[in-house]
């Protein structure tokens, strides 16, 4: 068998073409590299409670927030699923994927209470969307925010309200 080798021309064309692709991958996982990294800072600095959980509703991810809101450490908290902490009536994390899968919804948002720790009950609203991977419902992802203030002012204008009826009749 007779070997060609390339020509020094072809080589260095070579060359050159694997250094452009090199520095274009390299370039691209930076880039990759600095936005996971925004988005780790957005998760972790958030003042709302940010989470997702998987098909079960067990929590696999739970931010510092999640951490100051429900007094769970992290670590405690993925051992949880959203039932434990979510109360009120029938909103429960059934109902929520239940509404969630309806086909005209895409994420819903919901009050209820948040159970914590301590056994306190906090008003909470939720923000939250079906994930889905290769077509298969995994779980959720949501934000909770406190709104205790908001249901302390709206019942105090119901109070205000009440009386203020209960004194012109």
């Known amino acids: 068998p ?3 080798r390339p020509q020094p021309v072809q ?3 070579r060359r ?3 250094r452009r692709q090199t520095e274009t991958i390299r370039t691209q996982v930076v880039k990759e590299a600095r936005l996971e990294a925004r988005h780790r800072d957005v ?3 958030a003042s ?12 696999t991810s739970f931010n510092p927030a999640g951490e100051r809101m429900t007094g769970y450490a992290r670590s405690e908290a993925l051992q949880l699923d959203l039932g434990r902490l979510l109360i009120e009536g029938d909103e429960t994390p059934d109902s929520l994927v239940a509404a969630l899968r309806a086909p005209a919804e895409r994420s819903i948002t919901r009050q209820s209470q948040l159970l914590t720790k301590s056994g306190a009950r906090v008003w909470v609203e939720t923000s939250a ?3 889905f991977e290769k077509g298969e419902f995994t779980g959720l992802l949501g934000v909770i925010r406190d709104i205790s203030e908001r249901k302390q002012v709206e019942e105090e204008l119901k109070r205000a309200r009440d009386a203020a ?3 012109t009749q």
């Open 165 to 167: 009826e209960a004194n």
């Open 129 to 131: 969307r079906i994930v």
């Open 2 to 4: 007779v070997e060609t």
């Open 16 to 18: 050159r073409r694997v």
């Open 43 to 45: 998760f972790e600095k």
């Open 48 to 59: 709302d409670f940010i989470f997702t959980t998987d098909a079960t509703g067990r929590f």
């Open 11 to 13: 080589l260095l064309r």
